[in-house]
């Protein structure tokens, strides 16, 4: 096993770890860390700013915005957030396995007083609140998987920044993004009250090392030339506005619900003498390689009634592009207004 660490900006830990998984210098196990040095908002490969983030907020207060190539929901970061990631090869029982790599940290934190859970697909809770949310990415065999450790964030600004849809709000019994997350201090034992988010680092990288010592943590030091590969890939993508921001559309309509076990679904669609005439998909679902394109492009055309819009979801591949949700639901999401959102405008 090898062992890397990143401090700074998100696009570089994003880059990196993309870097580890596509790199044919790598073929172990890897575990890295990073700590921002300024506050910052990280959105799914799939999501829509404009309807997730507080734009006009997040602007006045000089907040960088990232998108990461994994899929799950946007998070707030900050010097008191702790992001991690695995880095390993399909096996065929690993992959989403969202288990097998958060139980490490479980472990630590349970040791330091905190009842933490894996709840729902790919959170991180305590008393019912959320401090971490992980997110997966795949490329060829080798995929990252890792999530965030909220120990100090301000609370806050995270609640002014994210604005997530009402119906995932609603799915986690919550009205607001204030009520739904916590910081993990206040769960921490009398005696773990005062450690450093550096000390909860050393405990996590020990119980994934399975050392006694963090100085036998096995390690590799990136290279100029990795680092050259490294800031070519931030430049490509993530530096890139078009990549990070989107197109900000303007439809009739934008709906959007939360599917146990898969996560949020939004459909941004406009319709025009009963016909679908345009539709785009977006969400925190964990399937950031599906082919979105795909379902978008089968039911473009096709006539705005349930019936309809089934067979053409029928046709699209869902499980494999999206998840576990179904043409009826599908269909049901776009024809129901029960679902209808407000974007954000800024």
């Known amino acids: ?64 915005v990232t998108r990461r190539a994994g899929g799950g929901g946007a998070v707030y970061v900050d010097a008191g957030n702790l992001t991690y990631s695995f880095v390993d090869t399909d096996d065929g029982t690993n992959y ?9 940290v479980i472990n630590v934190l349970r040791r330091l007083g905190v009842n933490a859970q894996l709840s729902g697909r790919n959170d991180l809770t305590v008393d019912g609140k959320k401090f971490s949310g992980m997110a997966t990415f795949k490329e060829g065999n080798r995929f990252y998987v890792g999530g965030t450790l909220m120990i100090d964030v301000d609370l806050d600004a995270a609640s002014e920044a994210l604005r997530p849809p009402k119906s995932k709000l609603a799915s986690k019994g919550v009205k607001s993004v204030h009520s739904r997350v916590t910081n993990l201090r206040p769960y921490f034992s009398e005696q773990y009250r005062n450690i450093t988010v550096d000390e909860v680092l050393e405990l996590i990288l020990k119980e994934v090392f399975q050392v006694d010592d963090v100085a036998d943590v ?58 679908i005439t345009h539709a785009k998909i977006f969400g925190d679902f964990n399937k950031p390689n599906g082919n979105l394109a795909e379902i978008e492009k089968r039911i473009t055309g096709t006539p705005f009634k349930q019936a309809n819009l089934e067979e053409a979801f029928s046709l699209s591949n869902l499980t494999d592009n999206i998840g576990q949700v179904t043409p009826a639901e599908m269909a049901d999401l776009m024809v129901n207004h029960d679902y209808q959102e407000t974007q954000q405008k800024g």
């Not at 989403?96 to 490490?104: D, R, S, V």
């Not at 078009?242 to 679904?265: A, Q």
């Open 96 to 104: 989403m396995n969202f288990k097998k790599y958060a139980t490490p």
């Open 218 to 275: 096995p390690r590799y030091t990136l290279t100029d030339q990795d680092w050259q590969t490294i800031k070519r890939l931030m430049g490509t993508r993530y530096n890139d506005d078009s990549w990070t921001m989107g197109e900000r559309l303007d439809d009739d309509y934008f709906h959007s619900n939360h599917f146990d076990g898969v996560g949020t679904i939004e459909m941004s669609f406009s319709v025009n003498n009963g016909i």
């Open 1 to 64: 096993m090898l062992n890397s660490k990143y401090e700074g900006a998100p696009t570089v830990f994003e880059s990196a770890s993309r870097y580890l998984i596509t790199s044919d210098q790598f073929h172990d196990a890897l575990f890295s860390w990073a700590r921002p040095l300024k506050p910052n908002v990280i959105i799914g490969a799939n999501q829509n700013v404009y309807s997730e983030l507080n734009l006009d907020y997040i602007k006045a207060h000089n907040i960088q």
